[in-house]
């Protein structure tokens, strides 16, 4: 069974920078569409990130121009570069497989002054 890992969470100020990483148990990352999503307290979990097996890449409106998606296929990981945050981003941010419905447990993302 793949397992994946998130870290990186943190509190940040309003414009300031996190990266978030994902790590797979198995030689998964770069055969399968790995995403990210994220869960604010009282809300739906809803889409951050996307990148396929092509590389192919998408992401929600909210994230577009200021979230990055990559991977490092040797190193079984997957990050999420989060630039110019925002206290809307304040979530717990999870990190899927998707061809396995495979998830993390979260990384809290906590954007305040």
């Known amino acids: 069974q793949v397992q994946v890992v998130e870290s990186g969470g943190g509190l940040v100020q309003p414009g300031g920078s996190l990266r978030l990483s994902c790590v797979a148990s198995?030689?998964?990352?770069?055969?399968?569409?790995m995403a990210w999503y994220r869960q604010a307290p009282g809300k739906q979990r809803e889409f951050v990130a996307r990148?396929?097996?092509?590389?192919?890449?998408n992401y929600a409106p909210s994230a577009k121009g200021r979230f990055t998606i990559s991977r490092n296929n040797i190193l079984n990981t997957v990050y999420l570069q989060m630039n110019s945050l925002k206290p809307e981003d304040t979530a717990v941010y999870y990190c899927?497989?998707?061809?396995?419905?495979?998830w993390g447990q979260g990384t809290q993302v906590t954007v305040s002054s």
């Open positions: 198995a030689n998964i990352v770069g055969t399968a569409s």
């Open positions: 990148m396929n097996i092509f590389g192919t890449t």
């Open positions: 899927c497989v998707e061809d396995r419905s495979v």
